[in-house]
């Protein structure tokens, strides 16, 4: 799991396990999470024949997301539904938002919560804020590792959401 922001984290499906485990209560260590958004296209809600997680203080949201992508309009769905999400339980702690590897459906969705709470940046310059913070949390050189791969119907439909909301900018 990786810092990206603010009460913003990146991961993948273990530290989203793993999240949701701790959040439970079963342990202490790591941040806070009050919330888990899953892009996996696989459920992941129970373990161990429990259900997780078990703590009625945690939200999690299940916005699953073809590995890969299946599309702009998946993309922006999932956006319509989780954003709002994330804006609201960062209010109470932290949000982890991941998939399958951390590579990218998570980062893209983070570079679009990124977007949504900061206007200046662009869809680019919001991939390379978590580029860089994963980087640097992989304890990797910022400007030499590869550390996110977002599908290119990701990347559009990122473009997509930000132009829809931001007509006067470039």
């Known amino acids: 799991m990786w810092s990206i922001a603010e009460r913003l984290w990146l991961g993948n499906i273990v530290s989203g ?25 696989m459920v992941q809600l129970e373990r161990c024949g429990e259900r997780v997680p078990a703590n009625p203080d945690v939200k999690w949201l299940h916005l699953p ?13 999932a956006l319509a539904l989780g954003l709002p999400f994330v804006r609201r339980e960062r209010q109470r702690g932290g949000v982890l938002v991941h998939c399958l590897a951390g590579v990218s459906r998570s980062p893209s969705f983070v570079a679009a919560a990124l977007c ?23 304890g990797l050189d910022p ?28």
């Open 17 to 41: 396990e793993r999240a949701l485990l701790e959040a439970s209560g079963r342990r202490t260590a790591g941040p806070e999470i009050v919330a888990v958004v899953s892009l996996c296209a």
């Open 65 to 77: 997301i073809a590995d890969g992508g299946c599309g702009v309009d998946e993309f922006l769905t």
């Open 143 to 170: 400007t030499t590792a590869q550390v996110l791969a977002p599908a290119e119907d990701l990347r559009r439909g990122l473009a997509r959401y930000l132009a829809e909301r931001r007509p006067h900018l470039p």
């Open 116 to 138: 949504d709470e900061r206007p200046e940046l662009t869809a680019s310059a919001a991939f390379a804020v978590v580029a860089v913070a994963k980087a640097r949390a992989l």
